[in-house]
C-alpha cells in the first residue's frame, strides 16, 4: 500500500535578485480522508497535477501527453501570485521548478520522489531532465547532500520492468505483484498507469467513465484486467490463459483453414472435389481418415478416389510396357476409330470449356465492376465523414436557402419539389450508414469472387492441358495415317509416355494430398489439446463468485443506494459477471437476465457520477491488491444534491485505513430552477458532523490569491 504523506512545489522565479525567494506550496497528508478546498481557479488542479506527476501518471491528465508537456503553465512557465498588501496580481516567469512527494508504504519505508518540471535544460523534444526521477530514501525534511538516492528513468522502454525503470521501483515500493497480461505485441506486466486510472479520478474526463483516462496499451480487456488484480480474483490468471488459448486457437483457425484452401487448389487442378472433410477445425483426428480427393476417371466417366486411379493407372501402365509397341499397320483401324473418338470429344470440350470461359471472363467484369464501385464508395465515404467533421448537421438539413432574402418568396432549385413531389432527404449519419453498409455488401461480394476466380483459374489450367493432350494425340494419329505402315507407331509410344507421366502427377497430387490430411491431423491434435486446457479453465471461478457477491452487496448496501441513487431499485443493479460489462454495475430486469444494460444509459447524469463515487469506494475497502490510496477532483458534478455530497464525505471519513483525497470547491451552485440557484455546495455545511484532524484533515486555499505562495 502507499501514502501520501507531504507534496511540496518549489519554484524558482526568473529575473529575481535574491537567492532565496522560492515559491510554490507546502502541503501535508495523512491517513483517511484529506480535503484540500478552495474556489475556482485558487489552484486545486495545480495542486492535484502535481500529485499526478510526482507518481508519473501525468498520462492520466490528457492521454497520450509525456512529461512535463501535460501540465499547466503555473508549474513550467509563469505563475500569479497576489500581493499580500495591495491585492494585486503579480505575474512570474518560472526558472526552475520541481515537485517532491513523500510518500510511505505499509513496512514503514519513507521515500521522497522529486521531479524536475522545468530544469531550464532543453532540446527538441522538451525539457531533458522530466524523464527522470530522484527517489531519495528519507522524508523532506530530512534531506541533504548525505540522503541515499536513486535516479531511475521514466517514459522509456521497459520502465515497467527495468531494475532502473521507475513504475517497477515504484510497484516493488507498493507492494504491488504485477501480473503479465496479454498485449497486442505479445506479453507485458498490467502497468501501474492502467491501475492508477481506478485511483485516479480527475475533473475533465474522469467522471464520464469507469476508468476513462486509462491510456491504450494494446491490453486485451484492460479494465476487466485492473478490476482482476485489485480484487485479487483468480480470473487474472486465468483470463491471461484464456487469451493465450484464445490467440493460440486462431492461429490453428488459420493454420486448418490454410491447409484447406491447398486442398482446395489441389482438387481444382484435377476438376475434383474433397469428400467428407469437415465443415471447420475440429478436433476428432479420426474424422479426417474418410476425407478423400475424387477426380473423374476419363475413360468411364466414374468418380474414384486419387488413390485408386492411381492404382489403376499404375497397372495399365505396367500391362503396356509388357507389350511391344505396335507398327502402323497393325495400328490403322485402331486410331481411325480413335480419331473419329477425339473429334467428338474436341466438339464437346470445346462447347464446355467456351461456357466455363465465357462465365469466368463475366465474373472477372462483375469483379472490376464492383472494384471500381466500392472505389467510388469508398471515397464518398469518406466525404461524407469529412464534411461531417467542419460542417454542422443543422446547416445541412435546415432549408436555409429556400427564401429569397430580399423578397421572402419561395425559391427552390428543387424542381421536383415545385411539381409537388418530395424526396427524402438524408441526414450525413444517415448517408454515412448507408454507404457504410453498402462498402461492407461489396467488399463481401469482392471476396467471394475472388476465391472462386482463383479457384476457376486452377480448373482453367486443367481444360486447356486437357485440350493440349486432345490436340496433341490428333496430330500424332493425322501423321501416322499417311506414314509407311512398317513404321512403329507413334500414337502407342505417346500413349506410354503420357501413361507414365499421368501416373507420376497422380503420384506427386496423392504425396500432396496425404501431407496437406497430415497437417490437419496435427492442427486437429493440438486444438483436442487446447479445447482440454479451455475446460479445465472454466471450473475455476468458485471462488471469484464469492468475492464479487460480496463486492456487490458492499457497492449497494454500503455506497450506492445510501448516496442517494434513485434512477432504478436494488433489484434491478447488479455487478455484472460475464460478459458484457463485465465486473462492472448493470440494470438488469432481473438476475437471470441475460441481457444486461449498461448503468450509464440507464441512470441520470447525477446518477452515474453516484455509481462512480460507490464503485470507487468499494475498490479501495474491497481490494485486496488495491494500493490504499483514492483520488477525486470535484465530485459535486452533474447537478449532485448538496446531501448526497455530505454523505460521500461522511462515508470517505469513515474509511481510516486508507487514504481518500478530495479536491473540491468551498462554495458552488449545484442544482437551479428557472435560473435561480435551489441547492449549492457548502464545504463547512458538510463537514458539520465530522470532526476537523480527527475525521478528516483539510488544507485551504487562500480566499485571495492562488495556491502558489511564497516559501518560508
Known amino acids: ?41 485558487r489552484g486545486k488542479s495545480t495542486i492535484g497535477s502535481s500529485i499526478y506527476y510526482a507518481l508519473g501518471m501525468e498520462e492520466l491528465l490528457e492521454l497520450g501527453a509525456m512529461n512535463e508537456k501535460a501540465l499547466g503553465k503555473a508549474l513550467k512557465t509563469e505563475f500569479e501570485t497576489s500581493d499580500p498588501k495591495t491585492g494585486d496580481i503579480i505575474t512570474h516567469r518560472v526558472s526552475r521548478s520541481r515537485i517532491l512527494l513523500e510518500i510511505e508504504n505499509d513496512r514503514g519505508e519513507i521515500t521522497t520522489i522529486a521531479r524536475m518540471i522545468n530544469s531550464g535544460e532543453f532540446d527538441k523534444h522538451g525539457d531533458l531532465r522530466t524523464k527522470k526521477a530522484s527517489v531519495f530514501k528519507s522524508s523532506i525534511a530530512d534531506l541533504s547532500n548525505e540522503t541515499n538516492v536513486r535516479v531511475l528513468f521514466i517514459r522509456n522502454h521497459n520502465n515497467n520492468t527495468d531494475e532502473y525503470g521507475f513504475y517497477h521501483w515504484l510497484a516493488e515500493f507498493i507492494g504491488l505483484d504485477l501480473p503479465e497480461v496479454i498485449n497486442s505485441k505479445g506479453r507485458s506486466p498490467l502497468y501501474l498507469q492502467s491501475i492508477f486510472s481506478a485511483l485516479f479520478i480527475e475533473q475533465t474526463k474522469g467522471w464520464s467513465e469507469f476508468f476513462a483516462t486509462m491510456p491504450f496499451y494494446g491490453i486485451n480487456r484492460a479494465k476487466e484486467k485492473v478490476v482482476e488484480f485489485l480484487l485479487n480474483l483468480k480470473e487474472l490468471a486465468i483470463s491471461t490463459e484464456r487469451d493465450d488459448i484464445e490467440r493460440e486457437e486462431t492461429r490453428l483457425i488459420k493454420k486448418w483453414d490454410h491447409t484447406v484452401t491447398h486442398l482446395d487448389g489441389l482438387a481444382a487442378e484435377w476438376n475434383g472435389h474433397i469428400r467428407e472433410l469437415p465443415e471447420s477445425i475440429t478436433p476428432d483426428q479420426d474424422s479426417l481418415k474418410i476425407v478423400a480427393l475424387m477426380v473423374r476417371d476419363e475413360e468411364d466417366q466414374q468418380e474414384k478416389t486419387l488413390k485408386s486411379l492411381s492404382e489403376k493407372q499404375q497397372n495399365k501402365l505396367d500391362a503396356l510396357m509388357q507389350l511391344p509397341v505396335k507398327k502402323v499397320g497393325e495400328n490403322k483401324e485402331h486410331i481411325r476409330e480413335r480419331l473419329e473418338v477425339l473429334y467428338g470429344q474436341q466438339i464437346e470440350f470445346m462447347k464446355n470449356y467456351e461456357e466455363f470461359d465465357t462465365n469466368l471472363n463475366l465474373q472477372k467484369s462483375q469483379y472490376e465492376n464492383i472494384s471500381k464501385h466500392l472505389g467510388n464508395v469508398s471515397k464518398e465515404l469518406i466525404a461524407q465523414k469529412g464534411i461531417k467533421n467542419v460542417i454542422e448537421e443543422s446547416r445541412l438539413i435546415t432549408d436555409v436557402f429556400d427564401q429569397c432574402p430580399t423578397c421572402h418568396q419561395t425559391v427552390s ?70 506414314e509407311d505402315d512398317r513404321d512403329y507407331s507413334d500414337l502407342d509410344s505417346l500413349n506410354r509416355v503420357r501413361l507414365e507421366k499421368e501416373v507420376n502427377d497422380l503420384r506427386y497430387a496423392e504425396m500432396r494430398f496425404n501431407r496437406y490430411l497430415l497437417n490437419l491431423g496435427e492442427v486437429a491434435a493440438e486444438y483436442q489439446l487446447l479445447l482440454i486446457k479451455k475446460g479445465k479453465l472454466e471450473n475455476s471461478v468458485a471462488e471469484d463468485r464469492k468475492i464479487l457477491i460480496n463486492f456487490e452487496s458492499i457497492f449497494k448496501t454500503q455506497y450506492l443506494f445510501p448516496m442517494g441513487y434513485d434512477s432504478n431499485q436494488a433489484y434491478n443493479i447488479f455487478i455484472q459477471l460475464n460478459e458484457p460489462f463485465k465486473y462492472f454495475p448493470v440494470f438488469k430486469f432481473n438476475s437471470e437476465s441475460d441481457l444486461p444494460q449498461s448503468i450509464k444509459t440507464n441512470s441520470s447524469a447525477s446518477d452515474f457520477v453516484r455509481t462512480m463515487w460507490a464503485y470507487s469506494l468499494t475498490l479501495l475497502v474491497a481490494g485486496k491488491n488495491h494500493p490504499g490510496l483514492l483520488l477525486l477532483d470535484e465530485p459535486g458534478q452533474h447537478s449532485i444534491r448538496s446531501q448526497n455530497l455530505q454523505t460521500l464525505f461522511e462515508k470517505a471519513a469513515a474509511i481510516k485505513d486508507r487514504q481518500v483525497i478530495i479536491l473540491t470547491s468551498v462554495q458552488k451552485v449545484l442544482i437551479t430552477e428557472n435560473d435561480k440557484p435551489v441547492d449549492k455546495l457548502d464545504l463547512d455545511a458538510l463537514l458539520s458532523k465530522l470532526k476537523v484532524n480527527e475525521d478528516y484533515h483539510i488544507f485551504r486555499l487562500p480566499d485571495n490569491g492562488k495556491s502558489i505562495v511564497r516559501l518560508s
Open 1 to 41: 500500500m502507499i501514502k501520501l504523506r507531504r507534496l511540496r512545489l518549489v519554484i524558482l522565479p526568473g529575473g529575481s535578485t535574491d537567492n532565496t525567494e522560492k515559491y510554490g506550496f507546502d502541503i501535508p497528508f495523512y491517513s483517511g480522508l484529506n480535503i484540500i478546498a478552495g474556489q475556482n481557479s
Open 413 to 482: 432549385d428543387d424542381l421536383m419539389k415545385a411539381e409537388g413531389v418530395t424526396i427524402e432527404k438524408y441526414t450525413l449519419d444517415q448517408n454515412i450508414s448507408y454507404l457504410s453498409g453498402q462498402q461492407g455488401m461489396m467488399k463481401s461480394s469482392i471476396s467471394s469472387l475472388r476465391t472462386i476466380i482463383e479457384e476457376k483459374e486452377l480448373m482453367r489450367k486443367y481444360y486447356l492441358n486437357k485440350q493440349r493432350k486432345l490436340e496433341e494425340e490428333i496430330k500424332v494419329i493425322l501423321r501416322e495415317l499417311i
